[in-house]
């Protein structure tokens, strides 16, 4: 079929696939990607041809399915584009996660059987506390689903509370995005404000800044504890947008790592460390367990999050690189864990990873399908994955956080 079909017509959604979407099929087998279909419904769509596929628009459920819901924060109403699985109960989601992120690693990365769980349980309310956000008539909001548009918000469901505060309180005069962090466990709360922070009004707490004063050199940061450790963060430093679910992703880690980490001595490569997370958490448990002669290596590309790192990890034995992982020259290690953004990995840094010789490579994707390539290219460089663990950092969205430990063959 090519450019739209407008005649409505009834598939059934079978499953979500990256990007949010539900594998549906058409009776004569040919697949259609329809937006806010739940798995298992059937669905009356119109199709249009779009970025080289079928994609269908809803006109009617005709049969929903048993885990659809009324979605709590009314704002989905409106038509706010934050929690595009805001119908689906939650504890569906996180069964859709698993078998989204199964099928990503069985078709993209040739795992044929891939051994992929559901990680900690993690409260699917009141929990970010990074939000960046659009703003439109002075007013704090999030865009709208497949538009630029702007739905102000006058709360948020899934904002931590003293987050939630900063959009119910603030005003942000002209201001084109604000992005508001807060310490869960200090309180400690910032807002960057683009282009400037003139005219901004929010509680006398708040460390405001404009991302014209960051640009020319001005520093701000809040703290935050995760893993036993104090962080800081600067505004324009990447740190999970949640911080019990960081403190998730490191147990999960180090689970993986635990029998590596054990021996008396080894070095650990963390690969777009951003602040320091994970370097920090292994190397001080490491420590902690009479296991003081492990070293790290560090590498990131963001001079903020090197700053930030070079206070965070002052404590440890541990080499900051600033520069991209793809680029350097890798050393020998025992243990490597990576971050990378939402485009993983890729090649060239499948490559310079692979190259470590490390014996465990334990890695964090923010795609089940770069998590899916990315396993592809380690496989065919001599990596054997052993077990995925889905991490929910972000319910009611299709964003899904997976955690693989891979082993060096032979």
Same mark, same amino acid.
């Given at each position: 079929?090519?450019?739209?079909?407008?005649?409505? %017509?009834?598939?059934?959604?079978?499953?979500?696939?990256?990007?949010?979407?539900?594998?549906?099929?058409?009776?004569?087998?040919?697949?259609?990607?329809?937006?806010?279909?739940?798995?298992?419904?059937?669905?009356?769509?119109?199709?249009?041809?779009?970025?080289?596929?079928?994609?269908?628009?809803?006109?009617?459920?005709?049969?929903?399915?048993?885990?659809?819901?009324?979605?709590?924060?009314?704002?989905?109403?409106?038509?706010?584009?934050?929690?595009?699985?805001?119908?689906?109960?939650?504890?569906? %989601?996180?069964?859709?996660?698993?078998?989204?992120?199964?099928?990503?690693?069985?078709?993209?990365?040739?795992?044929?059987?891939?051994?992929?769980?559901?990680?900690?349980?993690?409260?699917?309310?009141?929990?970010?506390?990074?939000?960046?956000?659009?703003?439109?008539?002075?007013?704090?909001?999030?865009?709208?689903?497949?538009?630029?548009?702007?739905?102000?918000?006058?709360?948020?469901?899934?904002?931590?509370?003293?987050?939630?505060?900063?959009?119910?309180?603030?005003?942000?005069?002209?201001?084109?995005?604000?992005?508001?962090?807060?310490?869960?466990?200090?309180?400690?709360?910032?807002?960057?404000?683009?282009?400037?922070?003139?005219?901004?009004?929010?509680?006398?707490?708040?460390?405001?800044?404009?991302?014209?004063?960051?640009?020319?050199?001005?520093?701000?940061?809040?703290?935050?504890?995760?893993?036993?450790?104090?962080? %800081?963060?600067?505004?324009?430093?990447?740190? %999970?947008?949640?911080?019990?679910?960081?403190?998730?992703?490191?147990?999960?880690?180090?689970?993986?790592?635990?029998?590596?980490?054990?021996?008396?001595?080894?070095?650990?490569?963390?690969?777009?460390?951003?602040?320091?997370?994970?370097?920090?958490?292994?190397?001080?448990?490491?420590?902690?367990?009479?296991?003081?002669?492990?070293?790290?290596?560090?590498?990131?590309?963001?001079?903020?999050?090197?700053?930030?790192?070079?206070?965070?990890?002052?404590?440890?034995?541990?080499?900051?690189?600033?520069?991209?992982?793809?680029?350097?020259?890798?050393?020998?290690?025992?243990?490597?864990?990576?971050?990378?953004?939402?485009?993983?990995?890729?090649?060239?840094?499948?490559?310079?990873?692979?190259?470590?010789?490390?014996?465990?490579?334990?890695?964090?994707?923010?795609?089940?399908?770069?998590?899916?390539?990315?396993?592809?290219?380690?496989?065919?460089?001599?990596?054997?994955?052993?077990?995925?663990?889905?991490?929910?950092?972000?319910?009611?969205?299709?964003?899904?956080?997976?955690?693989?430990?891979?082993?060096?063959?032979?």
């Amino acid at each position: 079929m090519t450019g739209s079909d407008r005649e409505p %017509q009834v598939v059934r959604a079978e499953r979500l696939v990256a990007g949010g979407a539900a594998l549906s099929r058409r009776d004569d087998g040919q697949i259609v990607l329809v937006d806010d279909a739940l798995p298992g419904e059937l669905v009356e769509v119109t199709v249009d041809r779009r970025h080289g596929a079928d994609r269908g628009t809803v006109v009617r459920i005709v049969e929903p399915s048993p885990d659809r819901i009324s979605a709590r924060c009314p704002h989905v109403a409106d038509g706010c584009g934050g929690c595009d699985l805001a119908a689906l109960a939650h504890a569906a %989601q996180v069964d859709a996660k698993v078998e989204l992120v199964a099928d990503s690693l069985r078709r993209l990365g040739r795992w044929r059987e891939p051994v992929v769980h559901a990680g900690p349980a993690l409260d699917p309310w009141g929990f970010r506390t990074t939000l960046r956000l659009a703003v439109t008539n002075g007013r704090a909001g999030l865009r709208r689903s497949a538009s630029n548009d702007v739905v102000e918000l006058d709360r948020c469901l899934v904002a931590h509370p003293r987050l939630d505060e900063l959009i119910v309180e603030g005003r942000f005069a002209s201001a084109s995005y604000v992005t508001l962090r807060v310490g869960a466990a200090t309180g400690e709360r910032l807002a960057l404000v683009a282009p400037g922070r003139e005219g901004v009004s929010l509680p006398d707490d708040v460390r405001v800044v404009g991302a014209d004063e960051v640009a020319a050199g001005s520093a701000a940061w809040i703290h935050d504890d995760v893993a036993g450790r104090r962080w %800081q963060i600067s505004a324009r430093s990447f740190f %999970q947008t949640r911080t019990d679910g960081a403190a998730a992703l490191v147990d999960v880690v180090r689970a993986m790592a635990a029998d590596v980490l054990d021996r008396e001595s080894g070095v650990l490569l963390d690969a777009y460390s951003g602040v320091g997370l994970f370097a920090g958490a292994l190397l001080d448990g490491a420590r902690s367990r009479g296991r003081a002669r492990w070293r790290g290596v560090t590498v990131e590309n963001d001079p903020s999050s090197v700053a930030d790192a070079r206070v965070n990890l002052a404590d440890l034995d541990v080499r900051i690189v600033e520069g991209s992982v793809e680029r350097m020259r890798a050393p020998r290690v025992d243990l490597v864990v990576a971050d990378p953004s939402r485009a993983g990995l890729g090649t060239d840094a499948a490559a310079v990873v692979a190259s470590t010789r490390a014996e465990r490579i334990v890695l964090v994707s923010c795609d089940p399908a770069a998590a899916g390539r990315d396993i592809g290219l380690l496989k065919s460089r001599g990596y054997r994955p052993v077990e995925s663990i889905v991490v929910d950092l972000f319910p009611h969205t299709h964003h899904t956080e997976v955690v693989t430990r891979f082993d060096r063959a032979g």
